[in-house]
């Protein structure tokens, strides 16, 4: 996995950074591998990821992704009434879709 740290200036790195670390060994769990986690400055992510998408939209992606540092996620008050089941946490979702990840 990899961690974008600098979307613009310095984000909330420690949360981040554990959040981040806790799916890696969620979805190492369900693969039977330890994963590691790589920090990378915004410079480096949006480099690695022009090759996939055009400039401004990896730009617009790092920009996006920044409004949301050090805010908490905004769930709905009830998950199952509003889907009809339970929510089901990472480590169930990741051991779900392994073969993604091998």
């Known amino acids: 996995m990899?961690?974008?740290t600098e979307a613009t200036g310095k984000v909330g790195r420690h949360l981040v950074a554990e959040l981040v670390a806790a799916a890696a060994r969620a979805i190492g769990a369900a693969i039977g591998r330890e994963l590691r986690v790589e920090e990378l400055p915004a410079a480096v992510f949006?480099?690695?990821a022009t090759a996939f998408m055009p400039p401004a939209a990896v730009d617009d992606l790092l920009r996006y992704l920044a409004q949301y540092v050090g805010r908490p996620a905004e769930m709905a008050p009830d998950f199952a009434t509003?889907?009809?089941?339970?929510?089901?946490?990472f480590a169930e979702w990741a051991a779900g879709r392994a073969e993604a990840f091998r």
Not at 82 to 89: E, P, V
């Open 82 to 89: 509003l889907t009809g089941r339970r929510a089901m946490t």
């Open 2 to 4: 990899i961690l974008v």
């Open 46 to 48: 949006r480099q690695a």
